[in-house]
């Protein structure tokens, strides 16, 4: 019979005593997928009451990659490690929401800005209010040090090229 409770774990021992085995390596990534979902689901769950329903967590990255000062569709999907048809569908969304608008490019006549419109500058306004009420949640329980030693460490080796929305190269055929 197999012992259940030894699988994906490596367990030694000192002297007939059984030592604790270490976290499995497959946690990490699963812990830091919850708490990243746990934070996003809080988060729309108050902007759904606070006013914005229809607000997704990619609206929120599309929101953050067109920036104060706007950027065409092609700036939005390389700023989110996608194409350029993919960011068009999102902005397409987010202008139907409210959240942005289309103008054209003052320096180039062939060119159309994606801007942020006053809505969704409250969502973002809203949004950064939410994160800072979470964290603070987090502090509450955890502590204050624990969580600035979890954000240090996660600063140390997550690397900026991280911070994009092309997850589907993680399941691209080889």
Same mark, same amino acid.
Request: proline share 6%; glycine share 10%.
């Given at each position: 019979?197999?012992?259940?409770?030894?699988?994906?774990?490596?367990?030694?021992?000192?002297?007939g005593e059984?030592?604790?085995?270490p976290?499995?390596?497959?946690?990490?990534?699963?812990?830091?997928?919850?708490?990243?979902?746990?934070?996003?689901?809080?988060?729309h769950?108050?902007?759904?009451?606070?006013?914005?329903?229809?607000?997704?967590?990619?609206?929120?990255?599309?929101?953050?990659?067109?920036?104060?000062?706007?950027?065409?569709?092609?700036?939005?999907?390389?700023?989110?490690?996608?194409?350029?048809?993919?960011?068009?569908?999102?902005?397409?969304?987010?202008?139907?929401?409210?959240? %942005?608008?289309?103008?054209? @490019?003052?320096?180039? =006549?062939? $060119?159309? +800005? #994606?801007?942020?419109t006053?809505?969704?500058? !409250? /969502?973002l306004?809203?949004?950064?209010?939410?994160?800072d009420?979470?964290?603070?949640?987090?502090?509450?329980?955890?502590? %204050?040090?624990?969580?600035? @030693?979890?954000?240090? =460490?996660? $600063?140390? +080796? #997550?690397?900026?090229?991280?911070?994009?929305? !092309? /997850?589907?190269?993680?399941?691209?055929?080889?």
């Amino acid at each position: 019979m197999v012992d259940d409770k030894k699988v994906n774990q490596v367990v030694g021992s000192r002297n007939g005593e059984s030592e604790e085995a270490p976290t499995p390596g497959y946690e990490l990534p699963l812990l830091l997928l919850g708490g990243f979902r746990s934070l996003i689901d809080r988060l729309h769950a108050e902007l759904a009451r606070q006013g914005h329903p229809d607000l997704r967590p990619a609206h929120g990255f599309a929101l953050q990659a067109v920036g104060p000062g706007g950027a065409t569709a092609s700036e939005i999907g390389r700023r989110l490690g996608v194409s350029k048809q993919a960011a068009g569908k999102t902005v397409d969304r987010l202008e139907a929401l409210g959240y %942005a608008e289309r103008a054209d @490019d003052p320096a180039d =006549a062939r $060119r159309k +800005v #994606v801007r942020i419109t006053p809505r969704g500058f !409250d /969502a973002l306004a809203r949004s950064a209010a939410v994160f800072d009420e979470l964290r603070a949640d987090w502090v509450r329980t955890l502590g %204050a040090g624990p969580v600035r @030693d979890l954000e240090a =460490a996660l $600063r140390t +080796v #997550v690397p900026p090229e991280a911070f994009r929305l !092309d /997850a589907s190269s993680w399941f691209a055929g080889s």
